[in-house]
């Protein structure tokens, strides 16, 4: 949520149009609705963690694209990037529970883990809350480019 919600402030912070800035917005909500269906072909053939790191690693990219995204091909490759992985993640969201704890309990699983989900808004407030002490969103998207290590990490080594 905190690159959805600040990617335009942050392209206009940089001296980006904000027109250009929005169009970057229009990129990546684009990109992400068409590779939705390739990213689910890629989840039948492959195990969800093979294809949630892949995801993670867009993620990763996308964070540091946007931290160095000073000129508008940057920025369209940020758009690019982030509406791949953004697409990934609207797939695999649903199928990592179901792949790794069965189907039997999925209902369950996914309610106990649904107060857990209630803390993502805190992500887009505490990336406002460090641009203005800051004046950039430079730290707030090095700690989530952690975040995004950290989860293709926990990945790479989590079994059913």
Not at 13 to 42: E, Q, R
Not at 92 to 97: H, P, R
Request: net charge positive; proline share 4%.
């Amino acid at each position: 949520g905190s690159l959805n919600l600040h990617m335009v402030a942050n392209f206009q912070d940089k001296g980006i149009p904000a027109g250009l800035a929005v169009s970057i917005l229009s990129i990546f909500a684009a990109t992400s609705s068409v590779t939705v269906l390739p990213w689910g072909f890629l989840a039948e053939r492959l195990h969800v963690r093979y294809v949630a790191m892949l995801m993670c690693a867009f993620q990763w990219l996308s964070i540091v694209l946007i931290i160095f995204a000073k000129t508008a091909p940057m920025a369209v490759a940020f758009g690019l990037s982030f509406g791949v992985a953004q697409g990934g993640w609207t797939v695999l969201q649903n199928l990592v529970f179901t792949d790794y704890f069965g189907r039997r309990h999925a209902g369950a699983i996914r309610g106990f883990s649904s107060p857990f989900r209630m803390l993502g808004p805190l992500g887009p407030l505490f990336t406002g809350y460090v641009r203005d002490v800051t004046g950039s969103y430079n730290l707030a998207f090095k700690i989530l480019a952690g975040v995004f290590t950290v989860m293709f990490m926990f990945m790479l080594f989590c079994q059913p």
